[in-house]
């Protein structure tokens, strides 16, 4: 395989853009019309993802060792589409043609052997690590509603119970989809493991998001949904050692938050914790009824509701970290942050201006970087009040 | 399943993110900031109609370039066949044809558009209802609380020398909070409404989605031989 002429026809080829993930799926699903049902119907986030991953694979090409890792996750992954060996054939074949069509005249022998060699290598990686995956987690859990209830307008309180046990650690999130949909949304939990298994998901609608909007208005109790192993470990309580902590929330960033006040109270209680929970007005604290419970039952709790709209600034939120800096130095604590972008990227700000350092300030990766199309090859960690986009297969 | 960083491997530095071109559907969705009261910026509208033009522009042309591309192929192939009296491409004959492809290239795209529509509009009703409360919650207050300002100085006016602050406190709170549970009642019969009417328009429209659950009978969009 010459991994040099594989780069460069690749540079050849990523100059077309969008044309080329375009061409792929077309010639995809021409060639293999059953396969198309396996994908949402918008794609167009989906071609930003495979040309990425492309790039990123033919990039690292030469760097087996930084690869390998890279594509075991993604064959294990992959089993949640619904992704068998059979498909890997078909998919090298369209590759091919569509590369083979966007090199023109540079197309040659020799370059189709070194692609399908490339090819056949990623894919036996990819089908490998699906099958030794079988063995540790199912390819998507099936998760029954056994409670739902419409807090606000466009928050729902969903509670699920897998069909055999989802083992998560609370601040990660699992992958939701419904059937009918073929996208994933990523939520957190807004519980720590409980003894029946049940999760309890924080959902807010976003407008026109497929999976938010069926879970918050279109699903009911005994409804099933597909479910897909947790990921992220940037919201998780081992990052911070056995430190206090403060804990910043806002919207339905109080799921993640939640879940780990509930693991503080189950190791004990031996941290203090400060809890600054924030919504847009006094209706939108939609769990209000926990958060009273927890401050009244936790010594080592102290709450302080924030409300976003302040009419001084009505274009201006406030969010929680700005109590909490007026309120004290949190600077021996570590900081968990959850909530829009807009509010993890101010707050960090802030913190840091205020003296704090980075490695104690913990937040997940933000919408952009979780569904856009750098997913996975920049890393993928979760923030869940971002505008909803497909997460489909490659 | 290990949610390693990508970057991160044996401590390798993380990468830059890797450029993206720009695409339509990354024009359609692009979000501007919105520049602050003190800073001067563009009108919204004027943005969002350019953006949408951008948009649609690059899809013609995407669709003008992919079908020159498919026309150059097949000339191509049709000199190879003169020339040497074989088509070069025979190894790949048994794909579709570049023509097919962009004909479905062709319908995806403008499926995408209409979505991106939907979307969009979607969000525009959000943020104006979102406005609207907003303003009315506004509204409701400063009424309520002339209201209350007006009871406490027709009582200062009568009560004259028996003028109590405990009183006129009590009764501005009184007054206030009648004015604000009244506008709230309002408000809710008002949201009572338009959330019946919300009830039915999803109703109808999860009858009339293709693949809606009432279509599909129960049955999942996975192939058969994946269902469990």
């Not at chain 2, 338009?194 to 293709?210: F, N, W």
């Amino acid at each position: 395989m010459d991994v040099a002429r594989l780069k460069q026809s690749w540079n050849l080829v990523a100059s077309h853009g969008d044309q080329v993930p375009l061409y792929f799926y077309s010639l995809l699903f021409l060639a293999n019309p059953d396969i198309r049902q396996m994908f949402p119907t918008n794609m167009a986030g989906q071609r930003d993802r495979l040309f990425t991953a492309l790039g990123h694979i033919v990039t690292n090409v030469d760097q087996v060792d930084r690869l390998v890792g890279f594509l075991q996750d993604l064959g294990a992954d992959h089993r949640k589409f619904a992704v068998a060996p059979e498909h890997y054939p078909a998919v090298g074949e369209a590759l091919l043609g569509t590369l083979a069509h966007f090199s023109g005249d540079e197309w040659s022998e020799e370059l189709a052997e070194d692609w399908a060699a490339a090819y056949g290598l990623v894919a036996q990686v990819m089908t490998e690590a699906a099958e030794a995956a079988e063995n540790i987690s199912p390819p998507w859990w099936v998760g029954e509603i056994v409670g739902h209830e419409r807090r606000t307008f466009d928050v729902a309180v969903v509670t699920l119970r897998p069909q055999y046990l989802l083992p998560f650690t609370p601040g990660q999130s699992i992958g939701v989809s419904h059937p009918t949909v073929r996208s994933w949304r990523y939520y957190s939990p807004a519980n720590a493991p409980r003894p029946d298994g049940t999760i309890e998901l924080h959902v807010r609608a976003a407008p026109g998001g497929t999976v938010s909007s069926r879970l918050v208005y279109g699903n009911r109790v005994g409804d099933q949904l597909h479910l897909a192993s947790p990921i992220g470990e940037r919201l998780t309580l081992a990052r911070a050692g056995d430190a206090d902590l403060l804990l910043l929330a806002a919207g339905t960033g109080w799921a993640p938050v939640r879940s780990l006040v509930e693991q503080v109270a189950a190791e004990g209680g031996r941290r203090r914790v400060a809890l600054y929970v924030g919504a847009r007005s006094q209706s939108e604290f939609y769990d209000g009824e926990t958060i009273a419970k927890y401050a009244a039952a936790y010594p080592w709790l102290t709450v302080t509701h924030v409300i976003g709209l302040d009419p001084r600034r009505p274009h201006e939120p406030v969010h929680p970290y700005e109590p909490a800096l007026a309120d004290g130095d949190w600077r021996d604590r570590h900081v968990y942050i959850c909530g829009s972008d807009e509010m993890v990227l101010a707050s960090r700000a802030a913190l840091v201006r205020a003296g704090h350092h980075p490695a104690q300030l913990h937040h997940e990766g933000l919408g952009k970087h979780w569904y856009g199309p750098t997913w996975r090859t920049a890393g993928h960690d979760a923030s869940h009040l971002t505008p909803e986009t497909a997460g489909g297969a490659l | 399943m290990s949610a390693t960083q990508i970057g991160s491997y044996d401590g390798v530095p993380v990468e830059p993110e890797p450029q993206v071109r720009l695409t339509a559907d990354r024009v359609r969705r692009w979000e501007f900031e919105s520049a602050s009261f003190a800073r001067r910026g563009y009108d919204h509208q004027d943005v969002d109609r350019f953006r949408m033009q951008v948009a649609d522009e690059l899809d013609v042309l995407a669709a003008q370039v992919g079908y020159l591309r498919g026309e150059n192929e097949r000339l191509t192939d049709q000199l190879e066949l003169h020339r040497h009296g074989v088509l070069p491409s025979t190894g790949r004959s048994k794909l579709p044809a570049a023509k097919e492809v962009n004909l479905l290239s062709a319908a995806q795209r403008e499926a995408e558009q209409i979505i991106a529509q939907a979307h969009e509009y979607a969000r525009r009703v959000a943020d104006y209802a979102r406005v609207q409360y907003e303003s009315y919650m506004q509204a409701a207050v400063e009424e309520a609380r002339q209201e209350a300002e007006r009871v406490v100085q027709d009582y200062r006016r009568t009560a004259g020398d028996t003028f109590d602050d405990g009183v006129a406190a009590r009764e501005a709170l009184r007054i206030y909070g009648e004015m604000m549970i009244s506008h709230m009642q309002a408000a809710a019969r008002h949201l009572d409404d338009g959330s019946e009417h919300l009830a039915r328009t999803m109703d109808r429209l999860t009858r009339e989605l293709p693949g809606g659950p009432q279509q599909s009978g129960g049955q999942t969009a996975l192939p058969g031989q994946y269902q469990r």
